[in-house]
């Protein structure tokens, strides 16, 4: 089963609105992150915004928000005021704590990426 | 420089070639990791060092080959590549691996095609 799940490949927006991109997550642990990068056509991999899972407040910079949904196992970005420099891919990624990661057999320290999501913004 | 950083950004190699491709932090971390992005898969962890010591090697191919003799320094020796080693090599490097919240920054990463 798919750890990290974003369900649209692609998304639309006009320039200035807001946009929310999915993403849901798999774990049984109670202590995770969750992150979220921006990968433009160049290469680079840009990290946006980060949610602990006992944080109690969504996070927020700038025009990133998380609609972090702990009950729902979601963990939508949005993005306000699209910028048509916004146009991008956007990854969903999750860091699980230590007991999932040795019931596993694996480590913590590996960031499981979502497929992620191209935004293109439209002037 | 800022940032992370590598070296070559787009390389072509044939099956026989050896190269080496660089990356080099400048943030003052401790962790660095070496991904995979290959098209329409997901990003896949390949390597990781902390404090120069490799913590993981996610059951990678040893014609892949790295090293990193400093915490600032990563290298990813390459030799006998396959065509479906073709990929995007991105790495990256975080301050604190054992840290839950730990945030990991991604250089721009090496474009390798391999014929």
């Known amino acids: 089963a798919q750890k990290i799940t974003q369900t649209q490949p692609g998304m639309f927006v006009q320039e200035k609105e807001a946009v929310t991109l999915d993403c849901t997550y798999d774990?049984?642990?109670?202590?995770?992150?969750l992150f979220w990068y921006k990968q433009p056509s160049s290469g680079e991999m840009i990290f946006l915004i980060y949610?602990?899972?006992?944080?109690?407040q969504n996070a927020t910079e700038g025009r990133y928000s998380l609609n972090f949904q702990k009950a729902r196992k979601s963990a939508n970005l949005v993005i306000s005021a699209s910028q048509l420099g916004d146009s991008a891919m956007y990854f969903c990624a999750m860091r699980e704590g230590w007991r999932s990661s040795r019931l596993s057999g694996g480590s913590n320290y590996k960031l499981t990426f979502g497929k992620g999501t191209l935004l293109t913004v439209n002037p | 420089e800022t940032g992370v950083t590598q070296t070559p950004r787009h390389l072509v190699m044939g099956m026989t070639n050896k190269k080496s491709l660089k990356c080099e932090q400048h943030l003052g971390h401790n962790a660095m990791y070496w991904y995979k992005q290959s098209a329409k898969k997901p990003l896949e962890l390949m390597f990781v060092?902390?404090?120069?010591?490799?913590?993981e090697n996610n059951s990678v191919p040893s014609r892949f080959s790295p090293e990193c003799p400093n915490s600032s320094h990563l290298f990813l020796h390459l030799h006998t590549l396959q065509p479906e080693d073709s990929a995007l090599y991105l790495c990256?490097?975080?301050?604190?691996?054992?840290?839950?919240?730990?945030?990991?920054?991604f250089g721009p990463g090496t474009r390798l095609t391999v014929l």
């Open positions: 060092y902390n404090f120069k010591e490799q913590t």
């Open positions: 949610q602990g899972s006992y944080d109690e």
């Open positions: 774990t049984s642990d109670q202590s995770y992150g």
């Open positions: 990256a490097s975080s301050q604190d691996l054992m840290n839950l919240g730990d945030t990991q920054y």
